[in-house]
């Protein structure tokens, strides 16, 4: 029989209260394995309300206290990692190795993280002039947190918003992407295993125009952390701003990558194939255009391409897979319609463009080979707007200008990998890139007590890191005469 999920409220498994369900696909096969509460409104605000009453109470536990809850769920998750790392597969695609090593240890690692951060936090103090007066800082949680989370990194991005979120002292309702549900849905299990009081956390599954909505909408959420697409983030800061509710958005990117003549080439072509390919090309942070300096273009293409013609593409659960299937019929279409625009646009396929051949028992799944495209001018569509999939973009450059120009073309700034033997250039350039993030010589290196996210339609709210402490908690000045 088909698995029913349901929603986590207050510590106990609800069925959404209108009894609608939406199908859940596994991406290999096309097939439905379990359905997804359809909720609304109405579970929305029980969740809120389970949040709203543990609040007073969960807030005044000592910071020991709550980092104590954090280890015993980071060591519950580690507990369950392959159940968890094998659902995380099924439901979004992503090969079960790539959630086996990254996904479920860094899902482990937020809580580590925040567990142990929220030990050291110290406030501000300062005396003024002859110490008449002294001013210090106090930090208090602001109440339920609303967290909403797209499909690509389910737990992983999650529980980077829930690890914060609680550890200063919130409570919290998540509504999960309605296409990756399930490791959401077994975390709710997982955070009673190891102990959290009942209503610390919420978690609804729904659609975004219904249950995502009415949670930004909900005015007793004061505060939303929201990752998906610019044009989502755009309608849940417009519902966010007439409630001055505190807001950080982690949206969507058209990354580059620059390659200078100076560059390892091919160190940096077998970086970038992992950079433009990993999880499909659907991590926020893929390399999705190159820009390489003209001198050795026809190189870097040629070994690009050569080492993109070596990935795997086939079952997730295969060790020797690189590459599943995309996340839906949807969003695989939408790819396929822009390979065929690149083409159009002008662009040629170096390689891939097509669906791999592969066994009868994955026929219905959405798979897509590794593409390349070549020749298209940095203004064209396809190296303007996110695709999202396995689809990169390379063009020549002549110049550091041009390629600083080329790289801030697009209306986002989330993130640039930049390849160089040459030191000035690396900082110049990191410096005059309009993105959150810059990686020289190297792709997706993170770590926790650095800020993240994007500029420009990349996001809002990076300064002192979003997935912070310091964004879950209110600061406010007090000064005392001595
Ligand atoms: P999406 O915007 O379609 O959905 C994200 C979440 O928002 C889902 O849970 C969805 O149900 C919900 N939602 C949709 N409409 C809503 C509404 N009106 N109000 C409230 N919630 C709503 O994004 P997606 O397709 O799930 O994820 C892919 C996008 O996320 C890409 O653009 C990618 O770049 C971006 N992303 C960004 C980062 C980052 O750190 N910057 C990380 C991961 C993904």
Redesign the pocket.
């Known amino acids: 029989m088909t698995q029913k999920l349901a929603n986590y409220i207050g510590g106990h498994p609800h069925a959404p209260r209108n009894g609608k369900y939406l199908d859940n696909f596994e991406p290999a096969t096309g097939k439905v394995y379990s359905l997804i509460p359809d909720s609304g409104a109405e579970d929305i605000e029980l969740a809120v309300q389970a949040a709203k009453t543990i609040f007073p109470w969960w807030s005044a536990r000592t910071a020991g206290q709550r980092s104590e809850v954090l280890y015993s769920i980071a060591n519950k998750i580690e507990q369950y990692a392959s159940e968890l790392a094998y659902a995380e597969s099924k439901d979004q695609g992503k090969p079960l190795a790539l959630a086996r090593e990254l996904e479920i240890p860094r899902a482990i690692h937020n809580f580590r993280f925040f567990a142990s951060e929220i030990l050291h936090q110290t406030e501000q103090a300062v005396h003024a002039d002859a110490s008449e007066t002294l001013n210090y800082t106090h930090r208090s949680p602001l109440g339920v947190a609303g967290l909403?989370?797209?499909?690509?990194?389910p737990l992983y991005?999650l529980t980077w918003k829930i690890a914060p979120a609680i550890a200063a002292g919130n409570t919290v309702v998540c509504?999960?992407?309605?296409?990756?549900p399930m490791t959401a849905y077994m975390l709710g299990e997982i955070l009673n295993e190891a102990g959290v009081p009942h209503g610390v956390v919420n978690i609804v599954f729904?659609?975004?125009?219904t249950?995502?909505?009415?949670?930004?909408a909900n005015p007793e959420v004061p505060i939303l952390s929201?990752?998906?697409?610019?044009?989502?983030?755009r309608?849940?800061l417009t519902?966010a701003v007439p409630k001055f509710k505190k807001t950080s958005?982690?949206?969507?990117?058209k990354n580059a990558a620059v390659v200078f003549a100076d560059a390892d080439v091919a160190e940096a072509a077998i970086q970038l194939v992992r950079s433009g390919f990993q999880n499909q090309g659907?991590?926020?942070?893929c390399n999705s255009r190159i820009f390489v300096e003209e001198k050795v273009y026809p190189e870097f293409v040629e070994k690009f391409s050569r080492y993109a013609s070596l990935l795997r593409v086939g079952n997730p659960e295969d060790k020797e897979t690189n590459m599943g299937p995309l996340?839906s019929k949807e969003?695989k279409e939408k790819v396929q319609s822009y390979i065929e625009l690149a083409k159009k646009e002008g662009g040629k396929i170096a390689f891939g463009g097509d669906t791999p051949t592969l066994s009868d028992y994955f026929s219905g799944g959405y798979f897509l080979n590794p593409t390349v495209v070549t020749d298209l001018p940095h203004t064209a569509r396809c190296m303007q707007e996110?695709i999202?999939g396995p689809v990169v973009c390379i063009a020549p450059f002549k110049t550091e200008k041009e390629a600083i120009e080329f790289t801030n073309s697009t209306e986002y700034g989330?993130s640039a990998s930049l390849w160089t033997r040459d030191v000035s250039r690396a900082h110049r350039v990191a410096q005059a890139l309009q993105v959150g993030t810059v990686w020289v010589n190297c792709w997706m290196v993170r770590d926790l007590r650095v800020p993240?996210?994007?500029m420009k339609a990349?996001?809002l709210g990076r300064e002192g890191g979003r997935h912070s402490l310091e964004f879950y908690t209110e600061t406010k000045n007090i000064c005392v005469k001595l």
């Open positions: 909403i989370s797209p499909w690509n990194l991005l509504k999960p992407s309605e296409l990756t729904g659609r975004g125009a249950a995502g909505a009415a949670l930004t929201f990752t998906g697409g610019t044009a989502t983030g309608s849940v519902s958005l982690e949206l969507g990117g659907e991590i926020c942070l996340v969003h996110e999202f989330l993240f996210g994007g990349s996001g």
